[in-house]
């Protein structure tokens, strides 16, 4: 019997795999100059500037646009926050079945359905941890916060992050932070003169109404208007960090060094179900995308952070995104969806059923 017909067949098919293998080799290569390309071009059509940290988790190639600073991060700040927590729960056995009651006094101004609960109502730590996630929930946020203690919550992310991540306070001190630029007499204020601020249509309606509720005018004021007083808050680097150090977190939690496989997956699970983020890089994403990430909101600042493909660590995509600066938040999406069809046009997503 004559084999080399055989062996012919076989080397070919061989010379075939090993050709497609480098072709597979060169296409990952070679996404990294084309997408930082893009990145530049979408940024110097925004108003406002963007922050950008993309990295594949397999071949360690990646991706860097302005990322030599840091950008203050809203409320995907709630990331380190449910980790800290379900740390808590591994390693000092916290009980996430424990129920804490909403008062009056926990009510802050933002995304989330607890804003109109009555007082009263009683909330797991776990539910509490899935609605500061999923919808961001700012009154969830705080009563955890507030529940780990700030001082102890502040030293664990420290922690967790010990280099590149600013301070993290209550979302409710944010607010008293950033408006004391206007007048120190801010601290008499309650959460529920915070929330009468946020009903404001506009930053100036906004400023004349804190002006009022503060009695004085605005020769007495320090920073002239809303925007002023967040960028001088900002500065400060509160609830600010670097996104190489935020996304070298991620890594650690979608390898499993973090939390233990059950909380792990049910974390990546909540950050894979947000209910905030339609409009930013989802949305220049295909159905079907699998993203599991966290947004948050500011006056004038915005991010989008999280993971591609989590499923797969070795398969995993960082990407941690924010903008600042911006005329409006509407102008920061439509450049948050340009990447997430720059993310696609470069062969790093992958669609789950």
């Not at 990322?67 to 380190?80: E, F, G, R």
């Not at 506009?202 to 007083?229: F, H, P, S």
């Amino acid at each position: 019997m004559n084999l080399q017909p055989i062996f012919s067949q076989a080397g070919a098919a061989l010379l075939a795999l090993f050709v497609l293998s480098l072709g597979s080799v060169a296409q990952a290569d070679d996404w990294s100059p084309t997408l930082q390309k893009e990145i530049e071009r979408i940024d110097r059509t925004f108003s406002g500037d963007l922050g950008v940290y993309i990295r594949h988790l397999g071949t360690g190639q990646k991706v860097s646009h302005n990322i030599d600073q840091d950008w203050y991060l809203a409320s995907t700040v709630k990331i380190p926050l449910a980790i800290v927590l379900m740390q808590r729960a591994e390693n000092e056995g916290l009980d996430l079945e424990q129920k804490l009651t909403l008062r009056a006094a926990d009510y802050v101004d933002g995304t989330g359905d607890l804003l109109w609960v009555d007082p009263g109502a009683r909330y797991s730590l776990e539910e509490l941890n899935r609605r500061s996630i999923v919808d961001s929930d700012s009154t969830a946020t705080d009563m955890l916060i507030r529940f780990l203690g700030e001082k102890s919550f502040g030293e664990d992310v420290a922690r967790l992050v010990p280099e590149g991540l600013g301070p993290i306070t209550t979302i409710l001190q944010v607010r008293y932070d950033a408006y004391r630029e206007v007048h120190p007499s801010v601290s008499v204020l309650t959460n529920r003169d915070f929330i009468d601020l946020k009903t404001a249509r506009t930053y100036q309606a906004r400023y004349d109404m804190l002006l009022e509720k503060l009695n004085i005018t605005a020769r007495e004021a320090d920073a002239k208007g809303v925007r002023e007083a967040f960028e001088r808050y900002y500065q400060r680097g509160i609830n600010s960090g670097s996104l190489e150090a935020f996304g070298a977190l991620l890594e650690q939690l979608v390898r499993g060094e973090l939390l233990n496989d059950a909380h792990t997956d049910q974390l990546l699970g909540y950050l894979s179900e947000i209910t905030t983020g339609d409009h930013r890089i989802a949305g220049g994403l295909p159905a079907g995308t699998h993203f599991a990430h966290k947004t948050g909101t500011q006056v004038a600042r915005s991010c989008d952070i999280g993971l591609l493909n989590p499923q797969a660590p070795d398969e995993a995509v960082i990407v941690a995104v924010c903008a600042r600066d911006y005329a409006a938040l509407s102008e920061a999406e439509r450049a948050y969806q340009a990447i997430g069809n720059a993310l696609h046009e470069s062969g790093l997503t992958r669609t789950v059923d």
